[in-house]
């Protein structure tokens, strides 16, 4: 079955930076787009960043100038580099990427999230 593990959350002081990373696995005929959503205590989840191929690129506002997603195609891998990080961007981060497997057409996955928390 078809995986996502994030990794790379943690505790950052404001203005800081931290590098996720989130590798899909399993029986993966072709991804069409990878991204990543977060979702803050009481909020729901929001989007922060998506990639379609390795260089088509969709940000959320908030992020604009500070996140930067990428993608390594071979690797099934989708990263978000996140700078100048405020307390606000303190969420549960989640991957997300849709997969069409060797056995069923295009689906969206999940992954289980990696906490990131903003504070001095």
Not at 43 to 49: D, I, M, Q, S, W
Not at 65 to 82: C, E, K, P, W
Not at 108 to 119: A, I, M, P
Request: proline content about 3%; aromatic content about 10%; hydrophobic content about 35%.
């Amino acid at each position: 079955q078809v995986q996502l593990v994030e990794s790379g959350g943690g505790l950052v002081q404001p203005g800081g930076s931290l590098r996720l990373s989130c590798a899909a696995s399993g029986p993966i005929r072709e991804i069409n787009y990878m991204g990543w959503y977060r979702q803050a205590p009481g909020e729901e989840r929001k989007l922060v960043a998506t990639i379609t191929g390795s260089i088509t690129t969709n940000y959320a506002d908030s992020v604009k100038g500070r996140f930067t997603i990428s993608r390594d195609i071979a690797r099934n891998t989708v990263y978000l580099q996140m700078n100048s990080l405020k307390p606000e961007d303190t969420a549960v981060y989640y991957c997300t990427a849709r997969i069409a497997t060797f056995r069923y057409g295009e689906m969206n996955y999940w992954g289980k999230g990696t906490l990131v928390t903003v504070s001095s």
